[in-house]
């Protein structure tokens, strides 16, 4: 079945998109605001964390960054007045990055000075390799006036040990993650095995340099080194938290809870559920197993 699910992936194309968004709907909380912050309520009273993320990347115009950059502010906003626990996740290409860096920039200012008046941390999406330098340098640049700020970096990139080396210094708070872009092997490691080696240095290099870590992974291999990393360390629950995906692996998530760690999870809306459901498909060829299964009524 295993091959099946990968021709799935392959077909996805061709598959009904309603019938996508059915099996898509465990990944995503929804296309509106609303349903983002039900979804976070939901999290919440189960003592997770969230953090949210209005859907969509590349765009091709300045109104629709200018769109997607107030479109973060009212989820700033909503996070204020419903005091749920949640952080906020950008993606620059949203904001005008491939457009005009200086252009992003601003609309990511306007986003940062709403979060520092409601005291929300934001974290910098991380998106495919050619955004890595863009990102970290406007990162870099807007942490200088606005410090509640956060970035991920992605451990199958060769170039991430350099680039956590020159922000650890920095005490940056970091969003540690595999990566799941489709990238050449002279710019990613490809092996899973290499990925994970990548993984558990980085993620000690920046535990002992004295960051705040997100361990986001699923990996029970990854999860499992990082908890004995951490007891080696002596770490308090106050220097790393584990995060997630909505949809993925729910009982490990409760599993990290009921073990007292932190766990916060990443929480997407809106209505460009489309990519960002494939990638997760392609991740996870076994929920695409799903949506065949239902088109062709078969049992595994």
């Given at each position: 079945?295993?091959?099946?699910?990968?021709?799935?992936?392959?077909?996805?194309?061709?598959?009904?998109?309603?019938?996508?968004?059915?099996?898509?709907?465990?990944?995503?909380?929804?296309?509106?605001?609303?349903?983002?912050?039900?979804?976070?309520?939901?999290?919440?009273?189960?003592?997770?964390?969230?953090?949210?993320?209005?859907?969509?990347?590349?765009?091709?115009?300045?109104?629709?960054?200018?769109?997607?950059?107030?479109?973060?502010?009212?989820?700033?906003?909503?996070?204020?007045?419903?005091?749920?626990?949640?952080?906020?996740?950008?993606?620059?290409?949203?904001?005008?990055?491939?457009?005009?860096?200086?252009?992003?920039?601003?609309?990511?200012?306007?986003?940062?000075?709403?979060?520092?008046?409601?005291?929300?941390?934001?974290?910098?999406?991380?998106?495919?390799?050619?955004?890595?330098?863009?990102?970290?340098?406007?990162?870099?640049?807007?942490?200088?006036?606005?410090?509640?700020?956060?970035?991920?970096?992605?451990?199958?990139?060769?170039?991430?040990?350099?680039?956590?080396?020159?922000?650890?210094?920095?005490?940056?708070?970091?969003?540690?993650?595999?990566?799941?872009?489709?990238?050449?092997?002279?710019?990613?490691?490809?092996?899973?095995?290499?990925?994970?080696?990548?993984?558990?240095?980085v993620l000690g290099q920046m535990l002992r340099g004295g960051?705040?870590?997100?361990?986001?992974?699923?990996?029970?291999?990854?999860?499992?080194?990082?908890?004995e990393m951490i007891r080696e360390l002596g770490l308090g629950?106050?220097?790393?938290?584990?995060?997630?995906?909505?949809?993925?692996?729910?009982?490990?998530?409760?599993?990290?809870?009921?073990?007292?760690?932190?766990?916060?999870?990443?929480?997407?809306?809106?209505?460009?559920?489309?990519?960002?459901?494939?990638?997760?498909?392609?991740?996870?060829?076994?929920?695409?197993?799903?949506?065949?299964?239902?088109?062709?009524?078969?049992?595994?």
């Open positions: 079945m295993h091959f099946i699910n990968k021709l799935v992936v392959a077909a996805l194309p061709a598959i009904p998109r309603p019938m996508v968004r059915f099996f898509a709907s465990r990944y995503i909380a929804g296309d509106s605001l609303e349903d983002a912050v039900a979804c976070v309520q939901s999290l919440n009273a189960e003592e997770v964390r969230a953090t949210m993320d209005v859907l969509g990347e590349d765009i091709f115009t300045q109104e629709e960054a200018v769109a997607a950059r107030e479109q973060s502010i009212r989820v700033l906003h909503a996070i204020a007045h419903e005091r749920i626990d949640s952080n906020l996740s950008i993606k620059l290409t949203s904001l005008g990055l491939k457009l005009d860096p200086e252009f992003c920039r601003e609309n990511v200012r306007e986003i940062l000075k709403v979060a520092s008046s409601h005291n929300i941390f934001v974290r910098f999406d991380m998106e495919d390799h050619t955004c890595t330098t863009g990102t970290v340098e406007i990162f870099r640049t807007l942490r200088k006036d606005f410090p509640n700020i956060g970035i991920v970096l992605q451990a199958y990139l060769r170039r991430t040990e350099d680039d956590a080396r020159a922000m650890i210094a920095e005490r940056v708070n970091f969003r540690l993650c595999k990566g799941i872009y489709r990238e050449a092997p002279e710019v990613a490691f490809q092996a899973r095995e290499e990925v994970q080696s990548n993984y558990v240095k960051s705040y870590v997100g361990i986001a992974t699923h990996d029970t291999v990854l999860i499992d080194a990082a908890c629950k106050d220097k790393y938290e584990f995060q997630m995906l909505l949809g993925v692996r729910p009982e490990l998530r409760k599993k990290l809870v009921a073990a007292g760690h932190k766990v916060r999870l990443y929480v997407p809306f809106g209505s460009y559920w489309y990519g960002y459901s494939v990638r997760r498909f392609k991740e996870n060829p076994e929920i695409a197993g799903y949506i065949f299964k239902a088109l062709f009524k078969i049992n595994k």
